[in-house]
């Protein structure tokens, strides 16, 4: 069950108004009128099967919005439609599509038919190992050309388009100790591959496919200007419980990776790699669906998507104290970490202020988002 704080949260922070066929009106998506004259609108996610994407089908449900998701694998999508259906959700306003290729345009134009935005957030993530790096850029760059295709075929009904993009999409390798905000970028990763090839590694290959996928569509923006509002955000680690359980613990995310090893009563990891920065996934729920309900402030705009610093000796000392029935680690307590989880000048980081100021609603607390999540995975506990 979600905190009760999380849905005054979204409640609160999602009041305000939503694109029509022009981004100059800011009237609010119909639903449902009370006669039951006009159909409730749908909005497309890509990748529905995904961590944040569960979290983000349950909240457009709850605002009064039909889901049409899109998946590789249908029964994963149906598992989806199964859970949400559990939680009171009618399956009539549950479709799930299945595109083995989102790059193909045909296919996620279909999809898009008669939809009223557009959330995608289908990446190459599990690929960044396995493929070339070129190919996982590609991915990433052709998926994002064909959501704006189908954007533009889907013609007068599409109101908005927000791109999941990433915090990757923001800094360079290595990183600087500063606060990175939206006026960043990652400047040097496809060179870095176009040079290197396949010994470019995984993570460079991650870094440039979220800065070009990004850069393709402000250009698109900028080339076309559409009738569509269009918006990017920028998530650090995903933290919080997800809608559908993982298979296994061995399935968990390397973003929950070192959260996993705490709550199994294993060493306390170090730092998180490459940076410390976290965010509730239902965080990122809510500032997508803000995102297409308040075009007078969210088009055009990047917004970064942090809500604190924590890592392994921070979710310790909270476990041991809320939950001392886990065998947790003491590690060394308070080390690592600012007593309020905020980022501090002097370490690599970001700054999300922005989207704070935007949207006048807070991020769920840390230590909230960090019993929610350890109570999830109890379940993988032997």
């Known amino acids: 069950m979600e905190p009760t704080y999380g ?17 100059s009106e800011t009237s609010r998506l119909p639903t449902m009128s009370a006669d039951g004259a006009h159909p409730k609108r749908t909005i497309l996610i890509t990748g529905l099967n995904g961590y944040l994407a569960g979290r983000t089908a349950e909240l457009v ?32 306003d549950i479709d799930v599509v299945q595109i083995s290729d989102i790059c193909r345009h045909e296919s996620l134009e279909l999809a898009a ?81 176009d040079r290197d090839g396949d010994k470019a590694g995984g993570f460079h290959a991650y870094l440039a496919s979220k800065a070009a996928a990004e850069r393709l569509f402000w250009k698109f923006r900028d080339d076309h200007r559409p009738t569509f509002g269009m918006t990017a955000l920028q998530p650090t680690y995903f933290i919080g419980a997800p809608l559908i359980p993982w298979k296994t613990s061995g399935d968990i995310p390397y973003s929950n990776s070192d959260f996993w090893k705490v709550v199994a009563g294993e060493e306390v990891p170090g730092p998180m790699m490459i940076y410390g920065d976290t965010v509730d996934v239902r965080d990122v729920a809510r500032m997508l669906l803000w995102s297409a309900l308040n075009p007078q402030k969210a088009d055009g705009e990047r917004f970064v998507c942090s809500s604190a610093v924590g890592g392994g000796q921070a979710i310790a000392d909270i476990l041991r104290k809320r939950m ?31 989207a704070v100021s935007a949207t006048g609603g807070d991020w769920i607390p840390y230590e909230q988002s960090v019993i929610d999540l350890a109570q999830f995975l109890q379940r993988y506990l032997p």
């Open 7 to 23: 849905i005054l949260l979204k409640r609160q922070a999602l009041a305000g108004t939503c694109p029509t066929s022009s981004r």
């Open 61 to 92: 449900l709850q605002e009064g919005y039909r889901v049409r998701g899109t998946v590789r694998n249908k029964l994963a999508g149906q598992k989806v439609k199964a859970t949400l259906c559990r939680l009171g959700y009618s399956a009539d």
């Open 113 to 193: 038919e008669g939809c009223c935005a557009i959330f995608h957030l289908a990446s190459p993530l599990a690929e960044i190992w396995t493929l070339p790096p070129a190919e996982v850029i590609r991915v990433a760059v052709e998926s994002t050309a064909s959501v704006l295709s189908a954007a533009v075929k889907t013609g007068r009904t599409m109101n908005s388009v927000v791109l999941v993009s990433s915090a990757a999409a923001l800094f360079d390798l290595p990183m600087e100790n500063r606060l990175y905000t939206e006026k960043d970028w990652n400047t040097t990763s496809e060179q870095i591959v």
């Open 324 to 354: 001392p029935s886990l065998n947790v680690q003491r590690g060394r307590p308070g080390q690592g970490y600012a007593p309020d989880y905020k980022p501090v000048v002097s370490v690599a980081g970001f700054d999300s202020t922005k």
